[in-house]
């Protein structure tokens, strides 16, 4: 079992910055790929970006050039450094987990295996 603490999010005017983080704890996280999701007002929940077991990583095509995803040696605290904000990006934020790879899990939210609560970010 893993669970996923989101930490971060608040309010920013357009083209400030927010960086998420998220504290993951549980068994052989070094097997995960690790993840963010989003959910915007009305829309259903999309992938924001992932990292994989190699380190590789994948983007949103809408927010790549401006955000930047990590996570530290432990595998245990993963984070999204988000640039540039627009008030499209407004949404709630998920850590996520999976065994899938990164490229197919950003398209497939029902591959992750545990999400976190989430944290809001606004964009005004």
């Known amino acids: 079992h893993v669970q996923l603490v989101e930490s971060g999010g608040g309010s920013v005017q357009a083209g400030g910055s927010l960086r998420l983080s998220c504290a993951a704890s549980?068994?052989?996280?070094?097997?995960?790929?690790m993840a963010w999701f989003r959910q915007g007002p009305g829309k259903e929940r999309g992938g924001v970006a992932t990292?994989?077991?190699?380190?590789?990583?994948e983007f949103a095509e809408s927010v790549k050039g401006r955000f930047t995803i990590s996570r530290d040696k432990s595998k245990s605290n993963l984070y999204l450094q988000m640039n540039d904000l627009k008030p499209e990006d407004t949404a709630i934020y998920y850590c996520?987990?999976?065994?899938?790879?990164?490229?197919?899990?950003?398209?497939?939210?029902?591959?992750?295996?545990?999400w976190g609560q989430g944290t809001q970010v606004t964009v005004s």
């Open positions: 996520a987990v999976s065994r899938r790879r990164g490229w197919w899990l950003i398209q497939h939210p029902e591959d992750v295996s545990y």
């Open positions: 549980g068994n052989n996280l070094f097997q995960f790929t």
């Open positions: 990292i994989g077991t190699d380190e590789s990583t």
